[in-house]
């Protein structure tokens, strides 16, 4: 009963760090990879336009959405103080600096992450990885490192576009629905915000790009079981990449806090 216990206890932790471990390896095998030619651009060019086009419609949609809300529920209690005028910039920090990283990152794993990790998967269970290193070509070359490096690039240009969508949602409901006063919103917009907050944001978002990247190809390359693997490696990389985003946001935004102020 008790060394029950213990290993319903302990078991959870252990694969927990194994699956760990073999992640900080396959990550190692994808620098080496990246840095090592050839390079196959033509491939890596292929998956950027690919991530951008399942991605671009959704994290838009949802940023205008985002900074809509944003601004009715802001205007509704700053309204009370009688600042109307710091909406611009309240909206600008939070969207530039946590909303629209931490979002445009979770669709991005819901839908690009997904999709590769079923990518990839597919390639593993039709054999078509290994048959790329019987024909001598490196399969985390080839399949892999063009797909990280699509996340790891095109998360932070989708968030730039997010950001923009969120502040365009805010600004409308501000200024053609709530009244405030155009020039009250774009001036106090650009004398509070910097080009710190915009940082920030790439940042962030580059980070999560990784972390996406990195979980969604470890799921699919190392897919086992035929389709209810397949399955099970997309439903991994969303629940785990979501996860893995909002951790890392919290320890980026403490030091981040840090080093700014």
């Known amino acids: 009963m008790e060394t029950d216990l213990v290993n319903a206890i302990t078991r959870p932790l252990v694969n927990f760090l194994t699956v760990l471990g073999r992640m900080g390896s396959f990550g190692m095998e994808i620098v080496s990879a990246l840095v090592t030619p050839p390079i196959f651009w033509r491939e890596t060019v292929r998956a950027m336009r690919a991530v951008a086009l399942q991605t671009l419609i959704p994290v838009v949609t949802l940023m205008i959405a985002v900074g809509m809300i944003g601004a009715m529920q802001g205007l509704a209690v ?110 106090n917009l650009l004398a509070t915000v910097d080009m710190t907050v915009i940082y920030i944001g790439l940042l962030k978002s580059a980070v999560f790009g990784i972390l996406i990247g990195l979980i969604a190809c470890f799921y699919g390359y190392n897919v086992k079981g035929g389709a209810q693997g397949v399955g099970k490696a997309s439903n991994n990389t969303v629940v785990h990449g979501i996860v893995a985003v909002a951790i890392a946001n919290y320890f980026l935004t403490s030091f981040l806090l840090q080093v700014t102020n």
């Open 78 to 187: 700053i309204r009370i103080f009688g600042a109307d005028h710091v909406l611009s910039a309240l909206l600008a920090e939070s969207i530039l600096r946590e909303m629209s990283p931490t979002l445009a990152a979770i669709m991005i794993a819901a839908q690009a992450g997904t999709a590769i990790a079923g990518e990839i998967g597919t390639m593993r269970v039709k054999e078509e990885v290994d048959a790329l290193g019987v024909m001598a070509v490196n399969p985390v070359k080839y399949v892999v490192a063009p797909r990280m490096v699509a996340l790891a690039t095109m998360c932070p240009l989708l968030n730039v576009l997010a950001s923009a969508a969120g502040m365009f949602g805010g600004f409308v409901v501000a200024v053609y629905l709530k009244g405030m006063t155009y020039g009250v919103f774009v001036s």
